[in-house]
């Protein structure tokens, strides 16, 4: 399938969404509301002063804002995966309810890593993006870490051309979708076991049509918390109570 008809499957879940009950540009995490839920999505660094809409946000059409995904202004597309998820990660969610809960040792951040960690022995692991504390968490085993805005020891994104299609194992941010990469990733990872992972993950069965092997999505625990740690500018704090991980298997069962 072409990677890029993923923004058309979004488009097609989202039927009558409503309208958007507030919207929040957090300093990490972007929130949007609507009457099935709430949405997330990790917020694009570096927001101009200057941007259009704030203060207009609240009433619009959910559909419209979705729609936003779809655009290459970075906190636009940020705020258009949040409205997506907040439509189709609703408490009506099938694919969310059976999904598993991951327990883990690891810290909550990084409990899918833990999840995974046997697995990983001995194999070629590529992660796209930086997950605070992965290096000690994966001490020993071979791990890339590729990024846009790589720190030490990281890759700058481009080495996803020559890493992903030798990779065992790739795990995928859901951002991807918002920066426009998930299409071109996807495919380099075809052959990998592949996990699309964060709070800015829809659950949807579908995306199994573009390799996505697991997927590692949140659910909400507590919504007022959540709220407030994002306006405070929360980051992996997101893990210490508003919501966890659980995981869903997507593909076929592996050998």
């Given at each position: ?198 709070p800015s993950a ?52 592996l050998p």
């Amino acid at each position: 399938m072409n990677p890029w008809a993923v923004y058309e499957l979004l488009w097609d879940r989202l039927g009558d969404a409503g309208h958007c009950r507030s919207a929040t540009l957090g300093l990490v995490w972007t929130l949007c509301e609507g009457p099935a839920g709430m949405g997330l999505a990790m917020t694009a660094a570096g927001a101009p002063r200057t941007l259009p809409w704030p203060g207009t946000l609240a009433g619009r059409p959910l559909a419209e804002l979705a729609r936003w995904l779809e655009r290459f202004q970075p906190h636009e597309a940020t705020l258009g995966l949040a409205a997506v998820n907040a439509v189709i990660n609703g408490a009506d969610n099938s694919l969310r309810e059976r999904a598993c809960p991951i327990r883990s040792a690891a810290p909550g951040n990084l409990a899918v890593f833990g999840h995974f960690l046997p697995q990983l022995q001995g194999q070629r692991v590529i992660v796209i993006g930086r997950y605070p504390g992965l290096d000690r968490l994966t001490a020993g085993l071979d791990v890339t870490v590729l990024e846009r805005q790589p720190g030490p020891g990281d890759l700058p994104d481009p080495a996803c051309e020559y890493l992903l299609p030798e990779a065992d194992w790739v795990f995928l941010t859901a951002s991807t979708l918002a920066n426009k990469t998930f299409p071109r990733l996807a495919s380099l990872a075809v052959d990998a076991t592949t996990v699309l992972m964060g709070p800015s993950a829809p659950w949807l069965a579908e995306l199994a049509q573009f390799g996505i092997d697991y997927l590692a999505g949140v659910v909400i625990d507590e919504p007022d918390l959540l709220r407030r740690t994002v306006a405070e500018g929360g980051g992996t704090r997101l893990f210490d109570g508003p919501l966890h991980y659980r995981l869903a298997r997507l593909g076929p069962p592996l050998p």
